[in-house]
């Protein structure tokens, strides 16, 4: 199946590649004209069906876990960091609660953070058009007694009607209006946590916002390993990352129980224009 995905999306690249190129030579020479706008139509459908393509591909070349030592925090905080600007432009308040009892544990940390963009994606995507309270809230804790990894990422948009819950995990499902999605992005985050052995399911109620819960099992390595240890220090995934950047408000929690015990920090929506 992955062999076939590849190669209908690489046969569909180059004709629209074409469509594409057509279009915008189309909208220019027609500037003045009432073509322009259908030459637009054409632009975007092509876009879209160049997004459905690349996740075509996505999934062709979806693999095992490439596993090494993962701080979630340290992937936690880049997701955010890479979505703040957006974020902060769109009034959107984060909140980040990171335990001090989650574990380094083995796990592919590019793929986790792909995960977390694509929650936060859709979370602000969720909240652009409604006004009042807009937040996000990503929460991560242990259960030391199933010794597995809970990350929660909350938001105060509409809420998802029971009746779509069981489905936006499909394939090309989406809520998303016609053009603004391709319906692969839960499918594929769903299939990552998978794969590592995880669960990623949905709270939500209609005009509640939605709760994603994704849990892993932590799974370690022998730490007298020479290269357990060569890999900490060197992983970009580390602790150490989970520290906000400049212009975040942090805040460490006074709970005296090391189990509860987080650091939180927020990124404050923009103030400007």
Known sequence: MGSLLAGVAHELNNPLAVVMGQAMLL?????????????DKIHAA???????VKNFLALARSRPPERG?????????QAVELLAYELRT???????????????FQADGHQLHQVIVN??????HAMRRIGGLRRIILTSAFDAATARVRLTITDTGP??????????????????????????GLSLCRGIVEEHG???????????GATFVMTLPVITARRSS??????????????TASRPSPGCTARTSTSSSPTRRCRAWTVRPSTGS
């Open 159 to 184: 809420g998802i009607a029971p009746e779509l819950q069981a489905k936006i995990f499909e394939p090309f499902f989406t809520t998303k209006p016609p053009g603004e999605g391709t319906g692969l």
């Open 69 to 77: 030592p993962v701080a979630l925090g340290g992937v936690v905080t």
């Open 226 to 239: 020479r290269r357990w240890s060569t890999m900490v220090t060197r992983s970009m995934w580390q602790a």
């Open 46 to 52: 092509s876009e879209r069906c160049a997004r459905i």
């Open 198 to 208: 995880g669960t990623l399911t949905v709270e939500s109620q209609p005009g509640h």
């Open 90 to 104: 769109s009034s959107i308040e984060v909140e980040v609660r990171l335990s001090e009892a989650v574990p380094v």
């Open 119 to 124: 929650l936060l994606a859709n979370a602000h």
């Open 27 to 39: 909208r220019e020479s027609a500037a003045n004209s009432p073509f322009a706008a259908r030459a």
